[in-house]
């Protein structure tokens, strides 16, 4: 149970490091409640904290069931687990000022898979929880489908406004 407690933990701490973008391009009006600015300023230690609390969540895991990881079929079996625990991992190891300097535009670019750990959660939620939910299961999911939702709209408003600009210099052109 509290490995699952920690799994819920953990991904709703990741959800938070979404927020700050989704909410300035989907609702701009937030911007005045400070909200976007602070979870923006504290982004990369609460995407530390989601780590940490997926690191122990996938050791007690593995520990209570376990898993024999020379084994090829562990990997088979938890293939989306661990998958986003190495997206979380290389996040993690590159979420300072270091590696903000060595990597400078890509820094940017590698981080920009933590959007794929949106899909790669839902996958790996829904495989693992099917036919035992437990409370913290809907409530996940229904989070983690909302956010996902706020972030296809904040692409949708992107795309659309970079048409709009281009359509624009295309008129004065």
Known sequence: ??????????????????????????FPRMIETGIPQWLLKHRRFIGILAFLLALIHGFLLSEKRNLDFL????????????STFI??????????????KKLKKNWKKLHQIT??????LTWHI?????????????????????????????LWIERHSKQQKNKKLSQVI
Do not use: C, E
């Open 1 to 26: 149970m509290l490995a699952n407690v920690l799994g819920f933990l953990a991904l709703f701490a990741y959800l938070i490091t979404l927020l700050p973008t989704i909410l300035r391009i989907v």
């Open 71 to 82: 084994d090829l079929k562990t990997y088979l079996i938890y293939i989306q687990g661990i």
């Open 87 to 100: 997206i979380f991992t290389v996040l993690a190891i590159t979420s300072n000022g270091w590696s903000i």
């Open 115 to 120: 959007y794929l750990l949106m899909f790669g």
């Open 126 to 154: 829904w495989d693992k929880m099917y036919g035992h939910w437990t409370y913290l299961t809907p409530i996940g999911l229904v989070t983690l489908t909302g956010i996902t939702a706020l972030f296809l709209i904040r």
